[in-house]
């Protein structure tokens, strides 16, 4: 009797552990955009390019896990955090995680979304889809926005500032 409750809960667990890699590589194949994770050496950088003031707006677009919003809340909890994701059991698991925090998450594609009032964007995302927030977001940007980009430089734009994170860079981009 117990074998046979604990086969049923072990298939099940196993099922739902399929449905879910399955969605995860669907997803990247939809959206060209793997699911990878970030160093804490990396998002301290990132933090210190961000210079978050209490008040501003920053993004994570595609934020995954939003490790860098999870961690920039805690270092300034007078800012607004919104996290960009279109991963619906991943945004469910992160609003559960920012319950508390100044974090929103929302389920949207990041081309659709205005992003005009934001202070601080932050992504790790493909160079192709760094070029396509350049080409159709950055002349709706305010002047004194930062862009931070992980490993993927906007070919347009020349970076104020990078670092060089051993094999990895970090971008800031500024507007003037």
Do not use: H
Request: glycine share 4%; proline share 5%; aromatic share 16%.
């Amino acid at each position: 009797m117990m074998i046979d409750f604990l086969l049923i809960a072990l298939l099940v667990v196993l099922l739902m552990g399929t449905v879910f890699w399955t969605y995860l590589l669907v997803f990247m194949f939809r959206y060209k955009v793997p699911l990878i994770s970030t160093s804490k050496t990396v998002i301290n950088q990132a933090l210190e390019f961000a210079e978050i003031k209490p008040g501003q707006t920053v993004f994570e677009l595609g934020c995954g896990w939003a490790p860098f919003l999870f961690t920039a809340a805690k270092a300034e909890p007078n800012a607004k955090y919104i996290g960009v994701e279109v991963l619906k059991p991943i945004l469910w698991i992160n609003r559960f995680k920012a319950k508390n925090q100044p974090i929103e998450f929302i389920n949207q594609d990041f081309f659709t979304l205005d992003l005009s009032q934001a202070d601080v964007i932050y992504c790790y995302l493909w160079d192709t889809i760094m070029a396509d927030i350049y080409t159709k977001k950055w002349s709706t940007l305010k002047p004194g926005f930062r862009l931070i980009s992980y490993d993927f430089p906007i070919k347009k734009l020349t970076p104020k500032k990078t670092v060089k994170l051993g094999k990895s860079t970090l971008y800031l981009y500024v507007k003037k």
